[in-house]
């Protein structure tokens, strides 16, 4: 099966899947969420105790499971959400991130804003939520820059949607995918953007590293 294919019946079946640990009732209206497979708790350590810390919502990972982990977890009352399960091959985790939130969120009607992030290079400082969001918020890489700066986003740019296409936005902001901030419906809508985008018109790289970037900025 080629990488295009492979991206392909992997979306197919991740966009569809119900979302984890499905529930009804009601809950904290704020969520903290993020992608850290292939770490140790120590790792971890830092977002999570910061975090916990300032913020009394809810915290959400994707996270391997072993147990060291599973009591960082339960010490700080951290969700373990696995990712979507599709059979077979899987994109990178920067991909499947947006897949994952996408579940996530929808078994979670009550979240009315999050806050998806990058967790390994994280320390927070005080409570995320203390502004309110204005709209779905995602940031600049670099104050002063465009797209055109970063030989990174141009890469994958070129790589998804080819260098015509790149060359119309590259006088544009360079927005990092990292963090994402706002409407936690918004945030849906861009998760499955993002995925979309990775696959339409080059999608044998659209489960690699780097085509979240590509897609991130392309779809704002």
Same mark, same amino acid.
């Given at each position: 099966?080629?990488?295009?294919?492979?991206?392909?019946?992997?979306?197919?079946?991740?966009?569809? =899947?119900?979302?984890?640990?499905?529930?009804?009732?009601?809950?904290?209206?704020?969520?903290?969420?993020?992608? $850290?497979?292939?770490?140790?708790?120590?790792?971890?350590?830092?977002?999570?105790?910061? =975090?916990?810390?300032?913020?009394?919502?809810?915290?959400?990972?994707?996270? /391997?499971?072993?147990? /060291?982990?599973?009591?960082?977890?339960?010490?700080? $009352?951290?969700?373990?959400?696995?990712?979507?399960?599709?059979?077979?091959?899987?994109?990178?985790?920067?991909?499947?991130?947006?897949?994952?939130?996408?579940?996530?969120?929808?078994?979670?009607?009550?979240?009315?804003?999050?806050?998806?992030?990058?967790?390994?290079?994280?320390?927070?400082?005080? /409570?995320?939520?203390?502004?309110?969001?204005?709209?779905?918020?995602?940031?600049?890489?670099?104050?002063?820059?465009?797209?055109?700066?970063?030989?990174?986003?141009?890469?994958? =740019?070129?790589?998804?949607?080819?260098? $015509?296409? $790149?060359?119309?936005?590259?006088?544009?902001?360079?927005?990092?995918?990292?963090?994402?901030?706002?409407?936690?419906?918004?945030?849906?809508? =861009?998760?499955?953007?993002?995925?979309?985008?990775?696959?339409?018109?080059?999608?044998?790289?659209?489960?690699?590293?780097?085509?979240?970037?590509?897609?991130?900025?392309?779809?704002?």
């Amino acid at each position: 099966m080629s990488a295009a294919s492979r991206y392909l019946t992997w979306l197919s079946a991740a966009l569809v =899947l119900p979302g984890p640990d499905r529930r009804s009732g009601d809950g904290h209206p704020h969520a903290v969420m993020g992608y $850290a497979t292939g770490y140790a708790a120590a790792d971890l350590m830092p977002f999570v105790r910061s =975090l916990r810390a300032c913020f009394g919502g809810e915290i959400v990972l994707a996270a /391997d499971d072993r147990p /060291d982990i599973r009591a960082l977890f339960a010490e700080y $009352a951290v969700t373990a959400a696995p990712p979507p399960a599709p059979a077979g091959w899987s994109p990178h985790p920067v991909m499947e991130r947006f897949a994952a939130y996408d579940a996530w969120l929808s078994a979670r009607p009550w979240v009315q804003t999050v806050l998806l992030t990058d967790v390994r290079d994280v320390i927070f400082q005080s /409570d995320p939520f203390a502004r309110p969001a204005q709209g779905l918020e995602v940031f600049i890489e670099s104050e002063g820059s465009t797209l055109r700066d970063h030989r990174f986003d141009q890469k994958y =740019l070129k790589a998804l949607v080819g260098p $015509a296409v $790149a060359a119309r936005i590259d006088d544009c902001p360079c927005l990092c995918v990292g963090t994402v901030f706002g409407d936690a419906a918004a945030a849906r809508r =861009l998760c499955k953007a993002i995925l979309l985008l990775a696959a339409i018109p080059r999608s044998g790289i659209g489960g690699i590293f780097g085509a979240d970037q590509a897609a991130c900025n392309l779809a704002v």
